[in-house]
């Protein structure tokens, strides 16, 4: 299930907590992780009573149903039919919805391909536990689709693997950043697929430990040496430094005239200025190309 890094902040959110506590925004949460599990956001037949107990809400069943069916910030949109649909939901977890609907090469067979029958057509959730430690993979037509693991889960897989939840976190985000490959996997750093993304984590994890080590072991002011740059402080700083470059190549009171031609070219103080950033660029690449870095 993907969660918008800006869910608690939202100001629908933040009503709802005023109006009915943090435990009706835990509780909209679990209403949308059993959509997700049960593929079901719409046509729900739904009552105050009903809801409060989907979402394992204790307080006013009736204050809690206001709240989320309240029109100006609406947590549900009612249907013609007087059923109930999760209000955002096909918008915000389109890219899972479009794996069920499209399986492994799109869902669509050949057109020479004889009909799939009836029986074997139908959606299905393979018996595997849906724990940190069990890979959520779904059936479309009979073709396999990985299906990424919530956020939830990578942090209790980091916590029972002895890494931090909340660095955890941050790969997370870093790995839902990249996308994902046709079959629904992440994409590494490489470009390839993360089919382990437990290994993944736990390396990663590994690299980040050992930099903050280095870090902590470094230049005190005993004659140590300084500690090693991580990979991120280390591609911030190219990044810098090339912006600077493009900065002041397209400073046209920087250039001058290439006498005989129409052409203009850096005056001898600023090409001097660029000569450095690169070289400093060439070196800081040297440096991170050196540094192993999980995918």
Same mark, same amino acid.
């Given at each position: 299930?993907?969660?918008?890094?800006?869910?608690?902040?939202?100001?629908?959110?933040?009503?709802?907590?005023?109006?009915?506590?943090?435990?009706?925004?835990?509780?909209?949460?679990?209403?949308?992780?059993?959509?997700?599990?049960?593929?079901?956001?719409?046509?729900?037949?739904?009552?105050?009573?009903?809801? #409060?107990? @989907? +979402? /394992?809400? =204790?307080?006013?069943?009736? $204050?809690? &149903?206001?709240?989320?069916?309240?029109?100006?910030?609406?947590?549900?949109?009612?249907?013609?039919?007087?059923?109930?649909?999760?209000?955002?939901?096909?918008?915000?977890?389109?890219?899972?919805?479009?794996?069920?609907?499209?399986?492994?090469?799109?869902?669509?067979?050949?057109?020479?391909?004889?009909?799939?029958?009836?029986?074997?057509?139908?959606?299905?959730?393979?018996?595997?536990?849906?724990?940190?430690?069990?890979?959520?993979?779904?059936?479309?037509?009979?073709?396999?689709?990985?299906?990424?693991?919530?956020?939830?889960?990578?942090?209790?897989? #980091?916590? @029972? +693997? /002895?890494? =931090?939840?909340?660095?955890? $976190?941050? &790969?997370?985000?870093?790995?839902?950043?990249?996308?994902?490959?046709?079959?629904?996997?992440?994409?590494?750093?490489?470009?390839?697929?993360?089919?382990?993304?437990?290994?993944?984590?736990?390396?990663?994890?590994?690299?980040?430990?050992?930099?903050?080590?280095?870090?902590?072991?470094?230049?005190?002011?005993?004659?140590?040496?300084?500690?090693?740059?991580?990979?991120?402080?280390?591609?911030?700083?190219?990044?810098?430094?090339?912006?600077?470059?493009?900065?002041?190549?397209?400073?046209?009171?920087?250039?001058?005239?290439?006498?005989?031609?129409?052409?203009?070219?850096?005056?001898?103080?600023?090409?001097?200025?660029?000569?450095?950033?690169?070289?400093?660029?060439?070196?800081?690449?040297?440096?991170?190309?050196?540094?192993?870095?999980?995918?």
């Amino acid at each position: 299930m993907k969660i918008d890094p800006g869910f608690v902040s939202h100001w629908k959110t933040q009503m709802l907590v005023a109006r009915c506590g943090a435990e009706a925004a835990l509780g909209l949460l679990r209403l949308w992780g059993n959509a997700q599990i049960s593929r079901e956001w719409s046509g729900l037949r739904l009552s105050p009573r009903k809801l #409060a107990s @989907m +979402m /394992g809400y =204790n307080g006013d069943a009736d $204050e809690l &149903w206001r709240a989320m069916t309240d029109k100006d910030a609406a947590w549900l949109d009612e249907q013609e039919d007087g059923s109930w649909e999760l209000h955002g939901f096909v918008e915000h977890q389109k890219q899972v919805i479009k794996l069920w609907a499209n399986g492994k090469k799109g869902g669509r067979p050949p057109k020479e391909a004889p009909p799939t029958p009836p029986e074997e057509n139908k959606e299905h959730t393979l018996a595997r536990p849906l724990t940190p430690f069990g890979n959520q993979v779904v059936s479309f037509q009979n073709q396999m689709v990985f299906q990424t693991p919530s956020l939830e889960d990578v942090k209790q897989a #980091a916590f @029972m +693997m /002895g890494a =931090n939840p909340e660095r955890a $976190e941050i &790969w997370f985000h870093e790995m839902e950043g990249r996308g994902h490959t046709t079959d629904g996997y992440w994409i590494g750093k490489d470009g390839h697929a993360v089919r382990n993304w437990r290994s993944a984590l736990k390396a990663w994890d590994g690299k980040w430990v050992a930099n903050e080590t280095a870090k902590h072991n470094g230049k005190n002011g005993h004659g140590n040496p300084k500690p090693a740059e991580g990979v991120w402080h280390l591609e911030k700083r190219i990044e810098a430094a090339q912006k600077e470059i493009d900065r002041i190549s397209g400073n046209p009171s920087n250039k001058e005239p290439v006498p005989g031609t129409f052409d203009r070219r850096l005056k001898a103080e600023p090409m001097a200025k660029v000569k450095a950033l690169k070289a400093s660029i060439s070196e800081m690449r040297q440096r991170l190309a050196g540094v192993e870095v999980a995918a």
